[in-house]
C-alpha cells in the first residue's frame, strides 16, 4: 500500500485519494506553475489512522520520512539544519472542500536554535521571529487544542506596549519577545517545554490534521453538506513559501470571476508583508486585487495569466490561494470556487456561450439545493423607502434578512426554536459559530472581508450575509452593537441586512418574494431538455399550485384535503361530522362540505389546466379537528345544540394514545365509508364540470395509510360506485384513477397484492421512515443531535432518504408492483421528493415522478436531470 504521493506523482482526477486540495496541487505542479514543493498523505492513510485506532503505523511513518528526505533532496535544505532548515506547511484536504473546518500549521520546523540560525542566515530577524510566534500559536492550537485568545492576548498586549496598531510596526526585539510569551504560556498550559524536534514536531501536527477530521464543527458542516464521514483527509507537507519577509512580499486569495455576481472579472484580496491566514482573519483590512496591478505590475501581470490559465484548464470558475515571496509569485491553492446561485448559473450559462463547457457539463456545475437561494426573499420596495440605514458594510452574500439581532451562535440557535427570523450579529465569525449560522436568516460581523469566514460560508449556505461594517461597535460581552451616532442596539432588537448592497437598517423591513432571472430561465430549460423524470409538487391550494406551475411543475402529486377542512368557514361542518352519533347526523353535515370541496378541486383542476392532480383522501387523526380548550369547546357545544359535558366526553372518547398510528387514514374511510362517499362525489363532479368547459382531467384519487389489500379494496368499491354511478347519469366520459399510497412497511412487503387494486403507487416516504425506523419525526429532533455527534446517524433520515435501508423497501415494491401491473404508475410524495440524493435515487430505480414543495420544484428539476446525465456517463 502506498500512502505517501509526491506533488509530481498526482493529478487533479486523483481527489478522492489526494484530496482536494493534494490533487490541484498535483495537477498545478505537473503543468507547470510555480508551486512550493510537497508530499501528500493519502485519505486512505487517515482511514488506517482510525483502523490503527489512532496511530501511525512504523511502515507510514518510514513512508513519510523518506518522502521528506526526497524533499530535503529537492529543495537543498534539511530539516533542522540551523543554516538551512527546511521549513513546511502541514495542510488538510479532503475530497470535497471544507473551508475552514479543519486545521492548517505553517513553518513547521522551527525551534530554538533554528530560528536564531534562520535569522542570522536571512539577515531578518524580525521576520523569523515572526514566523516562530505564528508556529508556536498554530501548533498549540491545531495540535493542542489551546485557545488561540490565549496567545493573542499577549500579542495586543505588547501592541498595547509599544503604543502601535498593528503587526507591521513591531520589531525584531518585539516579535522575539512574543515568541518567548508564547512559548511561556504553551509550557504553562501544557507542562512541558515547546517541542524542539522538527520530526516529532511534523509527526504530531500531521496526527492533528487526521483527527481535525473527526472535530465537532467538521462534523455538523459534513452533515449540512452531505459529505460522509469514512471519507477521511488528506495531509500536505509543503515546503514554505514567506509572504512575510518584507514589502515586496504578501499573502492573497481571489476568485478568477466574481462569486457574488458571477461577473467575469478577476476578484479578490491581499495583504502585504503578511503569512497564511491574515486575509481572511482580519487582521489588517486587505486591498482589493486590482490594486496589486499598481503595486506589483509583474507579479500581477502572472498572476493574471495564471488564473486564466486555471479557468481554462479546469473550465470553472477558480478560487485561488498565492504567496508573493520577494516578488516571485507562488500558487498555494487552486478549486472550484464557491458560489451564490446567482453566480452559480451567470458563470454555467456564460461558460456555454464561451464555448468553455457543453450544455451537459453546465448542467453538472450547479448544486440543485442552491436554486433555494434564488427563491429566496429580498427587500419590498415601499417599506423599504422608508426604512433608515444605520450603516453599511460589504454586500458579501445577496439576499434580504429581517429579524432579532443575537450575539452568539448559541443563542441564536436558542431563539431559533422560537423566533422564526434571528439575525447573528458577531465581531467576527470562525468555524466554531456554523450551526448558529446555519439556523439564523442573516449575518453580520463588524469584522473581515469579501473572503472571511462569515462571507465565504454565508455564500456557500444561500444565507444574507452583510460583512466588515466597521462604522458598528460591537460590545459581545454585554452584547450591544452600538452605530456612529451612538445608538444602541441589544440582543432582541430589530435589524435588517440588505446582503446585495450591504446596507444595515435599525427596524424590520418587510421582505417579498423574488422573481425568476433570465439565466434562470434558460439554464432550467436545459435540465427540462435532459430529464426524464417528471417533476409534480405537493400543493393544497390554488395558490401553491400557481406558484409551483412558475417553478415548473407538471403537475400535483399530492393534494391533502383535510388542509381544505381546517378553512375557518368550514370547520363547523367538519366538526360536526366528527361528532356526530349517527350516520343520519353525519351525512347531514357532510353534504354541507360537499359543495365546498367540489369548489375546492374545480378550482385546482382549472389552475393545473389538464396536468395530472393527485387528491389524498381524510388522513390525518380525527380528533386534530376538534377543539382543545374549555371555552372552544363551550362554544362548539352551544353550536351543535349539546351539552358541555356530552361534548366533552364525545371528544374524549376520540382521544388516541398514539394518533400517528391510530385512528386515521383509510381507517377512516373503513369505518365512515360516508367520507370517502362525499369526497368522491366532490373531487368527481368537479371534474366533469370543468371538463365540460373543455378540459381534459384525469383525478387521481389516492387512499392513503393502506397496509392491507382488503381494506384497500373496500374503500376503493366505495370509491368506484360512486363515481361510475355520477358519471352513468352525467352522460360524460370521464377516466379516473384510484391509487394508494405506499408508507407502512407492510404494504411495501405485499405490493404484489395491493397492485391488484392500486392504479399507481405513491410513495409517502415521511411515514414511511417514520415506521421503518420506529421513531416518531416529531419527536426524532431530540435525540437526532446526539446520533450525529456520536457518529451513529450522519444525515436526518426525514430529509435525506435512507437509501438502504427505507430505500429498499421503496425499490422492492417497485418490484413487486411492477410484477402484477407492469404499467403501474410510480412516484414519491414525502419530503424527500425535493431533496438531490433522494430524487437521483428515485431516477434510478425507475419512478415516474417526484412531487415537492413549490419552491423545491426548481432543485428537483436540475436534480432529476443530473441523475439522468449520471446514468448516461
Ligand atoms: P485552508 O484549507 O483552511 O484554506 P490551507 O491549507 O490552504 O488552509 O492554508 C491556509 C493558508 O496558509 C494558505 O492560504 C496559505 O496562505 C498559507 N500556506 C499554506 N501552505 C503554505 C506554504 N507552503 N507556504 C506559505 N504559505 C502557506
Ligand atoms: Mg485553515
Ligand atoms: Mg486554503
Redesign the pocket.
Known amino acids: 500500500m502506498k500512502y505517501v504521493y509526491a506533488f509530481e506523482e498526482g493529478k487533479k482526477e486523483m481527489k478522492n485519494l489526494l484530496g482536494g486540495?493534494g490533487a490541484n496541487l498535483a495537477e498545478m505542479t505537473n503543468i507547470g506553475l510555480p508551486v512550493?514543493r510537497g508530499f501528500t498523505i493519502t485519505t486512505e492513510a487517515c482511514t488506517k489512522y482510525y483502523e490503527d485506532n489512532k496511530t501511525i503505523t512504523k511502515e507510514m511513518e518510514d513512508e513519510i520520512f523518506s518522502k521528506l528526505e526526497e524533499l530535503e533532496n529537492k529543495t537543498n535544505k534539511k530539516m533542522g539544519d540551523i543554516n538551512n532548515p527546511l521549513l513546511?506547511?502541514v495542510?488538510?484536504?479532503s475530497r470535497a472542500s471544507m473551508?475552514?473546518m479543519?486545521d492548517?500549521v505553517?513553518n513547521l520546523g522551527l525551534n530554538d536554535e533554528v530560528v536564531e540560525g534562520f535569522a542570522k542566515a536571512t539577515n531578518n530577524p524580525r521576520f523569523a521571529y515572526d514566523s516562530y510566534r505564528r508556529f508556536i500559536q498554530m501548533f498549540s492550537d491545531v495540535v493542542k487544542g489551546y485557545p488561540k485568545a490565549s496567545f493573542e492576548r499577549f500579542f495586543d498586549k505588547i501592541k498595547e506596549e509599544k503604543n502601535v496598531k498593528n503587526d507591521l510596526e513591531l520589531t525584531a526585539e518585539d516579535m522575539k519577545e512574543v515568541a518567548e510569551k508564547f512559548k511561556l504560556n504553551y509550557k504553562e498550559l501544557s507542562k512541558e517545554e515547546f517541542p524542539q524536534n522538527p520530526k516529532q514536531q511534523l509527526m504530531e501536527a500531521i496526527k492533528a490534521v487526521f483527527r481535525s477530521w473527526m472535530n465537532e464543527r467538521a462534523i455538523v458542516y459534513r452533515r449540512l453538506n452531505d459529505i460522509p464521514s469514512d471519507w477521511g483527509t488528506a495531509v500536505n507537507i509543503?515546503?514554505?513559501?514567506?509572504?512575510n519577509r518584507g514589502n515586496d512580499c504578501g499573502?492573497g486569495?481571489a476568485f478568477t470571476r466574481n462569486p457574488s455576481t458571477g461577473e467575469k472579472k478577476l476578484y479578490g484580496e491581499y495583504l502585504i508583508n503578511a503569512?497564511?491566514?491574515d486575509v481572511v482573519a482580519g487582521i489588517r483590512t486587505p486591498e482589493p486585487i486590482s490594486k496589486l496591478e499598481s503595486e506589483m505590475p509583474e507579479v500581477y501581470n502572472e498572476f493574471v495569466k495564471i488564473a486564466n490559465l486555471l479557468e481554462n484548464h479546469y473550465k470553472d470558475m477558480q478560487d485561488m490561494?498565492f504567496?508573493i515571496e520577494n516578488n516571485k509569485l507562488f500558487m498555494?491553492?487552486t478549486r472550484n470556487g464557491k458560489r451564490t446561485a446567482q453566480a452559480a448559473l451567470r458563470v454555467a450559462v456564460e461558460l456555454v456561450k464561451e464555448n468553455m463547457i457543453t450544455k451537459e457539463e453546465a448542467l453538472m456545475k450547479v448544486e440543485p439545493k442552491q436554486l433555494d437561494q434564488l427563491l429566496h426573499p429580498n427587500f419590498d420596495v415601499e417599506s423599504l423607502k422608508n426604512a433608515k440605514i444605520i450603516a453599511n458594510g460589504l454586500a458579501a452574500s445577496p439576499g434580504a434578512a429581517a429579524g432579532k439581532i443575537y450575539f452568539t451562535a448559541e443563542d441564536v440557535v436558542d431563539a431559533a426554536k422560537t423566533e422564526k427570523n434571528v439575525l447573528l450579529v458577531r465581531l467576527e465569525t470562525s468555524p466554531e459559530d456554523i450551526e448558529g449560522m446555519n439556523s439564523c436568516k442573516g449575518i453580520l460581523t463588524v469584522r473581515g472581508g469579501m473572503t472571511s469566514h462569515a462571507a465565504v460560508v454565508a455564500r456557500g449556505m444561500g444565507k444574507c450575509c452583510v460583512c466588515g461594517c466597521g462604522e458598528l461597535k460591537i460590545d459581545e460581552e454585554n452584547k450591544t452593537l452600538t452605530t456612529k451616532d451612538n445608538k444602541v442596539y441589544k440582543e432582541g432588537d430589530y435589524l435588517s441586512l440588505d446582503g446585495s448592497t450591504g446596507n444595515v437598517y435599525g427596524e424590520l423591513v418587510k421582505t417579498v418574494d423574488p422573481e425568476i432571472s433570465g439565466d434562470f430561465k434558460e439554464f432550467m430549460s436545459w435540465a427540462d431538455e435532459v430529464k426524464t423524470l417528471k417533476i409534480r409538487t405537493n400543493a393544497d391550494t390554488p395558490k401553491d399550485a400557481k406558484k409551483a406551475l412558475e417553478f415548473g411543475a407538471e403537475g400535483i402529486g399530492l393534494c391533502r384535503t383535510e388542509h381544505m377542512f381546517f378553512e375557518a368557514d368550514r370547520i363547523f361542518a367538519v366538526r360536526q361530522m366528527i361528532v356526530a352519533e349517527t350516520l343520519e347526523q353525519r351525512e347531514k353535515a357532510l353534504e354541507k362540505i360537499l359543495p365546498m370541496q367540489r369548489n375546492d378541486f374545480e378550482e385546482l383542476f382549472k389552475t393545473m389546466k389538464g396536468f395530472p392532480v393527485t387528491i389524498r383522501y381524510l388522513d390525518p387523526p380525527l380528533h386534530e379537528f376538534l377543539p382543545h380548550t374549555k371555552e372552544e369547546i363551550e362554544e362548539l357545544s352551544k353550536e351543535l345544540s349539546l351539552t358541555y359535558d356530552d361534548l366533552k366526553s364525545r371528544i374524549d372518547s376520540l382521544h388516541e394514545f398514539n394518533p400517528m398510528m391510530g385512528h386515521r387514514g383509510c381507517r377512516l374511510a373503513v369505518t365512515y365509508p360516508e367520507i370517502a362517499k362525499m369526497q368522491t362525489q366532490a373531487v368527481i363532479e368537479a371534474a366533469i364540470n370543468v371538463n365540460k368547459e373543455g378540459m381534459n382531467v384525469i383525478p387521481e384519487i389516492m387512499i392513503p395509510l393502506v397496509g392491507e389489500l382488503k381494506e384497500l379494496k373496500y374503500v376503493k368499491d366505495v370509491v368506484v360506485k360512486t363515481a361510475d354511478e355520477i358519471i352513468k347519469n352525467s352522460n360524460v366520459n370521464l377516466e379516473y384513477k384510484v391509487g394508494t399510497m405506499i408508507e407502512i412497511p407492510r404494504a411495501a412487503l405485499l405490493a404484489d397484492e395491493i397492485a391488484k387494486e392500486a392504479e399507481f403507487f405513491s410513495f409517502g416516504t415521511n411515514d414511511l421512515t417514520q415506521m421503518t425506523y420506529g421513531f416518531s419525526r416529531d419527536d426524532a429532533a431530540k435525540f437526532l443531535n446526539e446520533y450525529y455527534s456520536k457518529n451513529i446517524f450522519e444525515f436526518d433520515p426525514f430529509q435525506r432518504l435512507d437509501q438502504n435501508g427505507v430505500g429498499q423497501l421503496v425499490k422492492m415494491a417497485v418490484e413487486k408492483g411492477k410484477l402484477t401491473r407492469p404499467n403501474i404508475k410510480l412516484g414519491i410524495c414525502g419530503e424527500h421528493g425535493g431533496e438531490p440524493s433522494s430524487v437521483e435515487f428515485c431516477h434510478n430505480i425507475g419512478l415516474n415522478y417526484v412531487s415537492c414543495s413549490p419552491f423545491r420544484v426548481p432543485i428537483a428539476r436540475l436534480a432529476a436531470a443530473q441523475a439522468k446525465l449520471k446514468e448516461l456517463k
Do not use: I, N
Open positions: 486540495k512550493p513546511v506547511s495542510r488538510s484536504g473551508p475552514g479543519m492548517t505553517l509543503q515546503e514554505m513559501v514567506y509572504g499573502t486569495v503569512q497564511g491566514e490561494e504567496t498555494l491553492q
